[in-house]
């Protein structure tokens, strides 16, 4: 991984953290704000804002008498004082409210030094053991408010860094909230996102692959469980159609959901995408429901996981984080009229495991646009009745990734098919004229000085077609290679067509020995403008093909029409035939349709005459109807003004 990467990684962290305390504060269930020595608002919460009945810009208007009715400057200064020299002040007190409501209500006041004097006030009514949360949460704050400080002008520093590797960060499996793995159709893994990493704490050294055992290694030694991890995660077949999902329990205590999805192409799994996430919170907001629906509260609302209870087919419980993906307000979704069917929609048939239920389900915002969730589902306790409680994070870029995934996997695995058809090939098309040439010469080898020459003449015979025939299939796999790697120079000149046309259909002939005849109809009897050397081999290979699968004696027709910027080319033959099914890869390297039977060939011919064609600027189709031939048709244009525009 790059310096320039791990940079903008840690200045991505830094102001993950300065989300974060803004979450802790402005998502806080109490009044949490900032006074500076003269009692004056310096920051104040929303909750404050409920509880006072003022919206922010009024209370930063204002001090602490707008809301104290006993507040006195002299003893302000007094609690100032106090809380400079131990740090935090505890105090029961009455704020009014806006429209004249009393609030008996529980202060804490913390002094803080970070680039100027100010004190944190928080206050709750009714509560009386929140001085230690409160201690910890203004700790944790300044502890962050401090780092975040140390590290600005760094971050300063970087800011050009982190726009020039924008591109790079937005990539749409990083952009994701768990961590991704695609593996192919053969179980290998493809590629995985860096919370992959993260999340498991892959050392660098480590190469993430399941053809290594020290990869295997490591991950069973983060396990509590390592076998049950190795049959479920790591050695679960590819090939099976189902969803699984599994709970994953990690030595540090930490707790993992793990989903494995296939992913199908026409019906066929093509490979499978896993995704993990951190369900340690899931699990102990469970707990806290369990003991403490208080505690449960505090915790579910000072977390970005969607968390709602369902209760008699209605909400009874949403957190701010699941008010904030919906768009509507607490009071909205909680509310009689609101039904649950208008906010979620499950989709995903519910997976059991270790307790929990995992499930997938769609969100429909106030707003109507659709969100994606993933989660798990548990059957609790809430207010002395069953109720169930969902958790769940957002993986709406996730399902976006999935389609990139499945494109992934879908190119893998055609590449593993056509260097498999390539091999084949291969095998197949050296074997025989190799065996000729293998036979032929052992032969002569053993009897050369009993043989006559006109004995040795057909195998010496013999082992000359092989070898041409091998130097054929050569020179077909090379121009392959060439027009795949585009070093095949197009140089159009002005070409005689009627002669060249007549020419190669005489070869053509001379080639099948007369045994099919080639009729040649040409109505073109300008001279154009076309690269004669790739000329040669479209209509070659169109011809030969034509000739192969059409009967003995038949007749094969090459015919040459022109328009005023263009030459098409038509040979039809009575051959064969195609099956629909096959057109549709007809000509993709070395794809040989299904009913060619013992007719030798490479599957390359094709590819290589639609290569060329696209090099004029041209196009092929066909035609064809099994057992009563096919029409190819190909257009080249042929102006010397449509060349030199292409050329451009």
Not at 15 to 43: H, M, N, R, S
Not at 213 to 225: G, M, R, W
Not at 346 to 365: D, F, G, I
Not at 576 to 605: H, K, M, W
Request: charged share 20%.
């Amino acid at each position: 991984m790059s310096n320039k990467y791990i940079s903008v990684r840690a200045n991505l962290n830094e102001l993950t953290q300065l989300q974060l305390t803004k979450a802790l504060i402005e998502g806080a269930p109490d009044a949490t704000f900032c006074v500076g020595a003269e009692g004056q608002f310096l920051y104040v919460n929303d909750a404050l804002c409920k509880l006072t009945e003022y919206s922010r810009q009024e209370l930063l208007s204002k001090t602490l008498a707008a809301i104290e009715p006993n507040f006195a400057i002299a003893q302000w200064s007094t609690y100032w004082q106090i809380s400079r020299q131990e740090s935090t002040l505890s105090l029961n007190s009455e704020y009014k409210a806006k429209s004249g409501r009393i609030i008996p209500v529980e202060v804490v006041i913390n002094y803080a030094q970070d680039g100027g004097e100010f004190c944190c006030v928080f206050a709750k009514q009714n509560s009386h053991n929140l001085g230690l949360k409160v201690q910890e949460c203004t700790t944790k704050l300044l502890e962050t408010n401090q780092h975040l400080r140390q590290e600005v002008s760094q971050l300063k520093q970087t800011e050009n860094q982190l726009a020039s590797s924008l591109s790079l960060l937005q990539s749409t499996l990083e952009s994701t909230a768990n961590g991704i793995v695609a593996l192919s159709f053969a179980g290998e893994i493809l590629s995985y996102n860096q919370k992959f990493i993260d999340m498991w704490q892959v050392p660098q050294g480590v190469i993430v692959s399941k053809k290594c055992c020290y990869s295997l290694k490591f991950f069973e030694n983060q396990v509590k469980d390592p076998e049950a991890f190795r049959k479920a995660v790591w050695e679960a077949p590819i090939q099976s159609d189902s969803e699984s999902y599994y709970i994953i329990e990690l030595i540090d205590g930490r707790t993992f959901a793990h989903h494995s999805k296939p992913q199908l192409l026409d019906g066929e799994i093509i490979g499978r995408v896993w995704s993990i996430w951190d369900i340690s919170e899931f699990k102990l907001t469970k707990e806290a429901l369990k003991h403490d629906e208080i505690g449960f509260a505090a915790l579910a609302e000072n977390t970005e996981t969607i968390i709602f209870i369902i209760k008699d087919s209605r909400l009874c419980y949403v957190n701010s984080a699941t008010e904030v993906i919906a768009g509507y307000t607490k009071a909205e979704l909680l509310s009689e009229e609101f039904g649950l069917s208008q906010l979620i929609v499950r989709l995903a048939p519910t997976q059991q495991s270790a307790n929990l239920q995992y499930q997938e389900m769609k969100l429909v915002t106030k707003n109507g646009d659709e969100r994606w969730l993933a989660g798990s589902s548990d059957i609790l306790s809430f207010g002395g009745k069953p109720a169930e409680l969902i958790t769940a994070i957002d993986i709406t870029e996730h399902k976006k990734a999935e389609v990139e995934v499945k494109q992934a996997l879908e190119q893998a695995k055609q590449l593993s098919e056509l260097k498999e058809r390539f091999v084949s090939m291969l095998c197949h098309q050296f074997r025989t004229p190799l065996n000729v040439v293998s036979f032929s010469a052992d032969l002569l080898k053993r009897h050369v000085h009993q043989w006559t020459e006109d004995k040795q003449l057909p195998y010496l015979a013999h082992i000359q077609v092989a070898v041409e025939q091998i130097g054929q299939l050569l020179e077909e796999i090379m121009t392959f290679s060439k027009l795949e790697a585009g070093k095949l120079i197009f140089e159009p000149k002005k070409l005689d067509l009627k002669q060249f046309c007549q020419h190669l259909v005489l070869q053509m002939q001379l080639a099948n020995n007369n045994q099919t005849q080639i009729a040649l109809v040409n109505n073109c009897d300008r001279q154009v403008y076309l690269d004669e050397k790739l000329l040669e081999p479209i209509l070659s290979n169109l011809l030969s093909n034509a000739i192969k699968y059409s009967p003995a004696n038949s007749t094969v027709k090459l015919e040459v029409a022109e328009t005023d910027a263009e030459i098409v080319f038509q040979i039809s033959d009575r051959g064969i035939g195609i099956p629909e099914r096959d057109r549709a890869q007809l000509f993709e390297p070395f794809y040989r349709c299904s009913n060619v039977g013992d007719f030798p060939g490479t599957g390359l011919g094709l590819s290589m005459t639609k290569m060329l064609v696209e090099v004029h600027g041209g196009s092929i189709s066909v035609v064809s109807e099994v057992g009563r031939g096919s029409t190819f048709t190909v257009v080249l244009p042929s102006t010397k003004k449509n060349l030199n525009n292409l050329s451009n």
